[in-house]
């Protein structure tokens, strides 16, 4: 399979890096990228073919958009119409299936994806919606991309990706809050500040991990190690009081209306 990046920037550089551990060939990885900087950088790490206008990176079965969003109309509409086989995969936060394939000359191998920073480490999730026209082959390699850097789901519904977006696109910042104020906490109580951030950090790591491989309900989980007349009881009835779930939910009902703002001003013209 070969897959074409428009945009060689952070994004493109993790799942670059990430195909190629999964056994992708660097012979099947084309990249067009306007900046000499970042071209040098791409052919020497990963001893892929980098271009500065796109050519031969049209050329291909998956064809991932990795610009920011601001831009992609004006670069998609400068395209021509891709090959009907083609499937195109969008990274763009924000940015609707349907303003992309007009932008490409009503070409309708459309896949929109919302993936999160942890792709940098190869731990993200993105949520997926395809436009009706994509094949079930097609929905396959695009997700073999994305699954380079973390897990993917697909939703039915191309509103629910404001849902992922307001969950796993804005979530790593929601627990990075979660984690500077666990740091704080710590430090409060007396703890020198290398301690306080390296049990903020390994505590929330560990938890996740737990949860993940254990595969238990969460409520279960808190449930387990929240004894009667403990301090982990204590500690939950503090937050409940403050309205930790309440302000979770405002988070995120917030994060999906920016996100449906966001679609409606950058698919405008
Ligand atoms: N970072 C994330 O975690 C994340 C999460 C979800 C979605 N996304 C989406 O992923 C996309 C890429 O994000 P990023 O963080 O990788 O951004 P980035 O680092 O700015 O990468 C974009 C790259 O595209 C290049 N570029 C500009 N014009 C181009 C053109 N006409 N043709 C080809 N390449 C061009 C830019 O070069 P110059 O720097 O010279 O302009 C830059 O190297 C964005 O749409 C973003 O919404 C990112």
């Known amino acids: 399979m ?17 195909m190629l551990k999964q056994g ?9 990228e306007p900046n000499a900087e970042r071209r040098t950088l791409l052919t020497g790490r990963f001893g892929i073919k980098v271009e500065e206008r796109p050519a031969e990176t049209l050329a291909v079965d998956v064809l991932v958009l990795a610009v920011k969003p601001q831009i992609l109309r004006e670069v998609l509409t400068s ?53 009706p ?56 109580l007396g703890l020198a500040p290398d301690t306080a951030r390296a049990l903020a950090l390994q505590t929330v790591y560990g938890a996740a991990a737990l949860a993940i491989q254990d595969g238990t309900e969460p409520a279960v989980l808190r449930a387990r ?18 309205g930790v779930r309440a302000a979770v939910t405002a988070a995120a009902r917030a994060a999906a209306d920016r996100a449906r703002e966001l679609g409606d001003i950058l698919g405008a013209e």
Request: hydrophobic content about 50%; proline content about 3%.
């Open 2 to 18: 070969k897959v074409g990046f428009i945009g060689g920037g952070n994004m493109a550089e993790a799942m670059i890096g990430g």
């Open 24 to 32: 992708f060939a660097a012979m099947d990885i084309r990249v067009s």
């Open 133 to 188: 026209d994509v094949s079930e082959e097609q929905k396959a390699r695009a997700e073999a991309v994305l699954k380079a850097v973390g897990a993917a789901v697909w939703v039915a519904d191309e509103a629910q990706i404001d849902a992922v977006t307001a969950i796993s696109g804005s979530g790593p910042a929601y627990v990075f809050l979660f984690i500077e104020a666990l740091e704080d906490a710590g430090r409060a």
């Open 79 to 131: 395209l021509p119409k891709p090959d009907a086989t083609t499937c195109v995969l969008s990274i763009a936060a924000g940015v609707r299936a349907g303003d992309i394939a007009r932008w490409l000359n009503h070409h309708r191998a459309v896949v929109r994806a919302m993936p999160n920073t942890p792709a940098l480490v190869g731990a993200g999730i993105a949520g997926l919606y395809a436009l």
């Open 225 to 242: 190690v929240t004894s009667k007349g403990g301090t982990t009881e204590r500690g939950i009835a503090a937050l409940e009081e403050h």
